[in-house]
């Protein structure tokens, strides 16, 4: 996904919580369909190496630059999902 790529669909919480999930999949190496939205992200053993390679790819992805600690301070994927949005949008 490109900026370019960023309709208002795209900018959506499930959209960005979506695409949480994949990347949690990805780095973790499970299926998608078994990484739970309603998870913590440390659930999954992300340790701060991760939290540093997923704000970068959220910077490559969204255009938004983001701390580790909102990764650390969500309490789900589906909340992160839902900040990344709020920020996105405004």
């Keep these: 996904m490109t ?3 960023l309709t208002p669909a795209a900018r959506a919480p499930e959209s960005i919580g979506a695409w949480l999930v994949e990347r949690v999949a990805h780095y973790v190496q499970l299926p998608v369909e078994e990484i739970d939205p ?3 992200p440390l659930e999954y053993g992300l340790d701060s190496l ?6 970068g790819d ?3 992805t969204w255009g938004l630059a983001v701390e580790p600690d909102l990764v650390w301070e969500a ?3 589906a909340v992160l ?4 949005a709020d ?4």
Excluded at 50 to 55: F, G, K, P, S, T
Excluded at 81 to 84: E, F, H, T
Aim: hydrophobic share 40%; aromatic share 4%; glycine share 4%.
């Design 81 to 84: 999902g839902a900040r990344l």
């Design 3 to 5: 900026q370019t790529d």
């Design 50 to 55: 991760y939290a540093v390679v997923l704000c």
């Design 38 to 40: 309603d998870a913590s």
């Design 58 to 60: 959220i910077e490559d």
């Design 75 to 77: 309490d789900t994927l």
């Design 87 to 90: 920020l996105r949008n405004r």
